[in-house]
Nanobody, 111 residues
Framework: QVQLVQSGGGHVQAGESLRLSCTASGMFVGSNGMGWYRQAPDKTRVSVALISRGGSTNYADAVKGRFTISRDNAKNTIYLQMNSLKPEDTAVYFC?????WGQGTQVTVSS
């Protein structure tokens, strides 16, 4: 049984930083493309950052230069480091691996 368990998130002021974590069980993050997505109120879920099996990364234009996706194979965990947060980054963030999703975590950025 595959599970993706997220942690992190919260409420910060604009310009501050947060780190999200997503720990997998039943699958190995180093053998799969993994990603972070977000869904703002009344919006569709969109890709934020992706990391391939080989370690290459891809970012949405809105977060380039501010967000960094990484993984720790030993901890079977992926991370999303979010710096210089903006109010428009406010959303529920989800990690994904294969067809599996994390439970979602709220990130709220106040101006």
């Amino acid at each position: 049984q595959v599970q993706l368990v997220q942690s992190g998130g919260g409420h910060v002021q604009a310009g501050e930083s947060l780190r999200l974590s997503c720990t997998a069980s039943g699958m190995f993050v180093g053998s799969n493309g993994m990603g972070w997505y977000r869904q703002a109120p009344d919006k569709t879920r969109v890709s934020v950052a992706l990391i391939s099996r080989g370690g290459s990364t891809n970012y949405a234009d809105a977060v380039k230069g501010r967000f960094t996706i990484s993984r720790d194979n030993a901890k079977n965990t992926i991370y999303l480091q979010m710096n210089s947060l903006k109010p428009e980054d406010t959303a529920v963030y989800f990690c994904r691996g294969q067809e599996y999703w994390g439970q979602g975590t709220q990130v709220t950025v106040s101006s």
